[in-house]
């Protein structure tokens, strides 16, 4: 009767061996690998400026995925507490992104909150808003995490040692407002910004060559509307130009009150984009000439003009600024060319 008793109490034995040394199920090993190890907290800036949200969670996604760290992105506000987030996720630490437009540079503040030791770490940087504004951002990245080593390499040996793969899509933003969820999607990139400029000046003429022996000064308001678009060699603004060149002709015979009004396609070259920006451009188009002469009474004429200068535009605001600018004015008059310089200061306007 003692046989059958130890045979049973062997299989009872391996059984349990069987059971605690087999591996996790495989629903087991989908629950961790959905929960993320650090959740990104993107806030969104409370003053109207544009969304560099994608950017942001595009360069976070990349670093913590090379780092073998899963990341969840959320987009929340300055309200939100990043804690409890963290805890209803079931992630480690939050990373929180937070970013603000200053000028004509990108102000970017990242925070590293620990949940189980309830620390934090916090870099800033600031950078222009140009074509190397990710270099930026991957930059400060590279800073805070560098901070978090030893929190990093934990994690990753952690989520290496349960042989989950840590390279989930990169997810995009769901509206701000604290959802702790998102869709398990690629965020788009960052489209180049686009920069509306609206301008007014004034400038005095001043005749140079021919046109010199018969009038002294001229008088020329312009305005100029533009839009610039970001390009590899730099910002190009593309716009219309106008204005009304006035000035007093007198001649052996005869005198008139001459206006000269140019409409022309304006192209911008800026040298930069912070809160000073030299640039030059070139404007070329028709132009109308009016002359109201004492004995042959108004004649009127179409002829081409070319304008050329270099400029400094200095920032006020977020959206104000000014411009100085010297030109040089050729109208093709025959026989004899209209030219002049053309010093102005423009004030500008950034709808």
């Known amino acids: 009767m003692s046989r059958p008793k130890l045979s049973t109490m062997r299989a009872i034995v391996f059984a349990i061996s069987v059971f605690v040394c087999a591996p996790l199920p495989a629903a087991v090993t989908a629950s961790s690998a959905k929960q993320p190890d650090i959740l990104v907290l993107i806030d969104q800036p409370p003053q109207k400026t544009q969304d560099f ?58 925070g590293w909150f620990d949940a189980q030791s309830n620390t934090s770490v916090v870099v800033q940087t600031r950078g222009p808003m140009d074509l190397h504004l990710d270099g930026v951002i991957l930059a400060a990245m590279d800073d805070i995490l560098a901070k978090v080593q030893a929190q990093v390499s934990a994690l990753s040996a952690r989520r290496a040692a349960l042989n989950i793969p840590a390279a989930p899509p990169a997810p995009t933003l769901p509206p701000a407002g604290g959802a702790a969820s998102a869709v398990g999607q690629r965020p788009p990139v960052a489209h180049a910004a686009h920069r509306v400029l609206l301008s007014g000046g004034f400038a005095p003429f001043v005749p140079t ?79 109308l000439l009016v002359m109201v002469t004492s004995t042959q009474g108004t004649l009127v004429d179409v002829l081409p003009f070319l304008k050329t200068g270099i400029g400094l535009e200095i920032d006020i605001g977020s959206r104000f600024g000014v411009s100085a600018l010297v030109d040089y004015d050729v ?21």
């Open 331 to 351: 109208y093709f008059e025959m026989p004899y060319l209209l030219t002049g310089f053309s010093p102005s200061v423009n004030m500008v306007f950034h709808p």
């Open 53 to 110: 949200s994608p950017l942001i969670a595009e360069a976070a996604s990349y670093k913590l995925g090379n780092l073998g760290l899963a990341s969840q992105v959320v987009s929340t506000t300055e309200a939100d507490s990043p804690l409890p987030m963290i805890k209803a996720s079931g992630a480690s630490a939050a990373l929180v992104c937070r970013y603000q437009v200053d000028g004509g540079q990108l102000v970017v503040t990242l």
């Open 209 to 287: 060559g021919a046109a010199s022996y018969y009038f002294s000064l001229g008088y020329l308001p312009s305005l100029l509307a533009s839009l610039f678009i970001d390009t590899p060699v730099g910002p190009v603004g593309i716009g219309v130009y106008t204005g009304m060149d006035y000035f007093a002709a007198t001649g052996t015979l005869d005198s008139a009150d001459d206006y000269l009004i140019p409409m022309g396609l304006d192209i911008r070259y800026e040298l930069g984009t912070g809160g000073l920006r030299p640039y030059f451009h070139l404007v070329g188009g028709p132009a």
